[in-house]
């Protein structure tokens, strides 16, 4: 072991002279960090801290890479009276023959250019997975996961420069409470889907509970759990005021947001794994795979 | 008595280099005190600042095994010891000496920060009414004891720096800002500062500033987020300047 090196004196750091002043500037003469910026994936960590980031690099791929694959099929996304969440509301019916009981304006319009295929599901998935992308929990995540910027904290980094979102692209992010008015909307829709799940026989007036209802109505409340839980929800309801207690309703409708935004991790990865799983159930129900159990 | 092998940054703001030391730690050692054994007895001119040992100065912050931690909070039987400790200094920061980081940059920048500046009293007799409601959501920034490890792990400091360059304030200074900007008595204007000056937009939400925080302060949810709204509010909702403009909106 050999011997500590020298320490030179070196000017301290730039300090104002009046200590109460504000400073609107800081120094130009700032000292740069001694310990050298560690590479790429590099760190002092011991930890597994790559465990984290591979998990939820491999659950959002596998979503988009099934979401994507369920709204290309253009087929078996409802049984019954139930439909698919992926392609709820459905616009148009992209089947031929007689249109479905969900589809809203009916069969394909003729106005549609032939060589333009329909997917209906494209029509609508733009909003709830805007509302995802833009989300501040999913951004956090898969800022580290897909975009290693970091890939876990004190990790080294691979771009030099950085724009955040700060500056475009993704300053569009801040958007993200016009998604949120869209996905309080797909609630609405996917409730009444709920309810229509709840009528069965050929011209759908019987009604009943099937697995598939419990199925439908589950997605419901964990979307709820997430949606209610959006940090713009959060502000728009009252983190804006700072006298928000002379507003009753409003401070409790924050505490239950703010309640729900504890929870918006777990809320965005089980809404996430339902909404996949719900159109797996009716995509089951549907090809003849899976037999609907009816409860009532 | 158990061994273990601390591997601890030597070195100034010229550069320096990680040594060895073995040395001795018993049950209830926390990373502090194994390093005041090895610079009483193995190196007695290493640097390290400390002062209360309990967690409230915010003075012992350092890397330990590459995450900044408190060291006087960091329990030797929290940390794998088939394998050497690494320690070393706030990474963010200029080195003094061996563990001690010139942290003086972060004083310079709460000085640019909007100091609180109290609406009109809502009484004749000059003083306000608070609700415990309203306090609450300030009051907990206020247990922020300017460790900086925050400042430190965030990558936007950590790899860019652009804390010394003047374009970003930091996660503390997020939770200075959003400790006066929600205060139930303040009328100060800091959104323009926050947007243009400070850079709140530079925020990732990676959330490593709230994982470090030994206050447990949530700086993510709490103060960044609620920022970075209230400035979408003014600059990047069109919506919400119409509700201002028909007076629906724009409350602070």
């Given at each position: 072991?050999?011997?500590?090196?020298?320490?030179?004196?070196?000017?301290?750091?730039?300090?104002?002279?009046?200590?109460?002043?504000?400073?609107?500037?800081?120094?130009?003469?700032?000292?740069?960090?001694?310990?050298?910026?560690?590479?790429?994936?590099?760190?002092?960590?011991?930890?597994?801290?790559?465990?984290?980031p591979?998990?939820v690099?491999?659950?959002l791929?596998?979503?988009?890479?099934?979401?994507?694959?369920?709204?290309?099929?253009?087929?078996?996304?409802?049984?019954?009276?139930?439909?698919?969440?992926?392609?709820?509301?459905?616009?148009?019916?992209?089947?031929?023959?007689?249109?479905?009981?969900?589809?809203?304006?009916?069969?394909?319009?003729?106005?549609?250019?032939?060589?333009?295929?329909?997917?209906?599901?494209?029509?609508?998935?733009?909003?709830?997975?805007?509302?995802?992308?833009?989300?501040?929990y999913y951004r956090g995540a898969y800022y580290k996961s897909h975009?290693?910027?970091?890939?876990?904290?004190?990790?080294?980094?691979?771009?030099?420069?950085?724009?955040?979102?700060?500056?475009?692209?993704?300053?569009?992010?801040?958007?993200?409470?016009?998604?949120?008015?869209?996905?309080?909307?797909?609630?609405?829709?996917?409730?009444?889907?709920?309810?229509?799940?709840?009528?069965?026989?050929?011209?759908?007036?019987?009604?009943?509970?099937?697995?598939?209802?419990?199925?439908?109505?589950?997605?419901?409340?964990?979307?709820?759990?997430?949606?209610?839980?959006?940090?713009?929800?959060?502000?728009?309801?009252?983190?804006?005021?700072?006298?928000?207690?002379?507003?009753?309703?409003?401070?409790?409708?924050?505490?239950?947001?703010?309640?729900?935004?504890?929870?918006?991790q777990?809320?965005a990865?089980?809404?996430?794994?339902?909404?996949?799983?719900?159109?797996?159930?009716?995509?089951?129900?549907?090809?003849?795979?899976?037999?609907?159990?009816?409860?009532? | 008595?158990?061994?273990?092998?601390?591997?601890?940054?030597?070195?100034?703001?010229?550069?320096?280099?990680?040594?060895?030391?073995?040395?001795?730690?018993?049950?209830?050692?926390?990373?502090?005190?194994?390093?005041?054994?090895?610079?009483?007895?193995?190196?007695?001119?290493?640097?390290?600042?400390?002062?209360?040992?309990?967690?409230?100065?915010?003075?012992?912050?350092?890397?330990?095994?590459?995450?900044?931690?408190?060291?006087?909070?960091?329990?030797?039987?929290?940390?794998?010891?088939?394998?050497?400790?690494?320690?070393?200094?706030?990474?963010?920061?200029?080195?003094?000496?061996?563990?001690?980081?010139?942290?003086?940059?972060?004083?310079?920048?709460?000085?640019?920060?909007?100091?609180?500046?109290?609406?009109?009293?809502?009484?004749?007799?000059?003083?306000?009414?608070?609700?415990?409601?309203?306090?609450?959501?300030?009051?907990?920034?206020?247990?922020?004891?300017?460790?900086?490890?925050?400042?430190?792990?965030?990558?936007?400091?950590?790899?860019?720096?652009?804390?010394?360059?003047?374009?970003?304030?930091?996660?503390?200074?997020?939770?200075?800002?959003?400790?006066?900007?929600?205060?139930?008595?303040?009328?100060?204007?800091?959104?323009?500062?926050?947007?243009?000056?400070?850079?709140?937009?530079?925020?990732?939400?990676?959330?490593?500033?709230?994982?470090?925080?030994?206050?447990?302060?949530?700086?993510?949810?709490?103060?960044?987020?609620?920022?970075?709204?209230?400035?979408?509010?003014?600059?990047?909702?069109?919506?919400?300047?119409?509700?201002?403009?028909?007076?629906?909106?724009?409350?602070?």
């Open positions: 072991m050999h011997s500590p090196s020298p320490n030179p004196r070196r000017a301290p750091f730039p300090m104002s002279a009046d200590p109460t002043a504000r400073a609107e500037t800081l120094p130009e003469t700032l000292p740069l960090p001694t310990v050298p910026r560690r590479p790429f994936l590099q760190t002092a960590r011991t930890d597994r801290w790559w465990s984290k591979l998990v690099f491999l659950g791929s596998a979503f988009i890479v099934y979401s994507t694959w369920a709204a290309l099929q253009n087929a078996h996304f409802e049984f019954a009276g139930y439909l698919s969440p992926m392609y709820s509301p459905l616009f148009f019916d992209p089947g031929a023959g007689a249109p479905s009981p969900h589809a809203v304006f009916g069969a394909q319009p003729s106005w549609w250019p032939g060589w333009i295929p329909l997917y209906p599901a494209f029509l609508i998935l733009w909003a709830p997975g805007g509302f995802r992308f833009t989300c501040y975009w290693a910027s970091p890939a876990s904290c004190g990790v080294g980094k691979a771009q030099k420069g950085y724009r955040g979102e700060q500056r475009f692209p993704l300053i569009f992010q801040n958007l993200h409470r016009y998604f949120l008015y869209f996905a309080l909307a797909f609630l609405v829709v996917l409730s009444i889907d709920v309810y229509r799940g709840m009528w069965f026989g050929p011209n759908h007036d019987e009604f009943g509970i099937g697995l598939g209802t419990l199925v439908l109505a589950v997605n419901v409340v964990l979307l709820s759990g997430y949606t209610f839980g959006c940090h713009s929800l959060r502000h728009l309801v009252g983190g804006k005021l700072n006298l928000l207690a002379r507003r009753p309703a409003r401070l409790r409708a924050w505490n239950r947001v703010t309640w729900c935004n504890e929870r918006h777990l809320f990865w089980l809404s996430l794994f339902w909404v996949g799983f719900t159109d797996f159930y009716v995509r089951m129900c549907s090809m003849g795979l899976w037999a609907d159990v009816r409860i009532l | 008595m158990p061994k273990t092998t601390f591997k601890i940054w030597r070195g100034d703001s010229k550069g320096g280099e990680f040594r060895a030391y073995e040395t001795e730690y018993s049950e209830g050692m926390v990373v502090l005190d194994v390093v005041h054994k090895i610079q009483a007895e193995q190196a007695n001119d290493l640097a390290v600042r400390w002062n209360c040992k309990a967690g409230k100065c915010g003075s012992c912050s350092a890397e330990v095994n590459g995450q900044p931690k408190l060291m006087c909070m960091t329990r030797m039987n929290t940390l794998p010891l088939d394998r050497s400790v690494t320690v070393e200094p706030m990474q963010a920061f200029p080195v003094e000496k061996d563990l001690v980081a010139d942290v003086s940059v972060n004083y310079e920048i709460k000085k640019r920060i909007k100091p609180f500046k109290p609406r009109p009293p809502d009484h004749d007799d000059g003083t306000w009414t608070m609700h415990q409601a309203d306090v609450e959501r300030s009051q907990e920034f206020r247990k922020c004891i300017e460790c900086f490890l925050c400042q430190d792990v965030c990558h936007v400091d950590r790899d860019h720096h652009y804390h010394l360059e003047g374009k970003f304030i930091g996660p503390r200074f997020f939770v200075h800002a959003a400790y006066l900007d929600m205060h139930p008595a303040d009328a100060e204007d800091r959104l323009a500062d926050l947007k243009e000056r400070d850079g709140v937009g530079y925020c990732n939400i990676t959330k490593c500033c709230t994982v470090v925080c030994p206050e447990h302060i949530t700086i993510t949810d709490n103060a960044i987020i609620p920022l970075k709204e209230r400035v979408a509010d003014r600059y990047y909702d069109p919506l919400a300047k119409v509700l201002k403009v028909i007076g629906l909106g724009g409350k602070k």
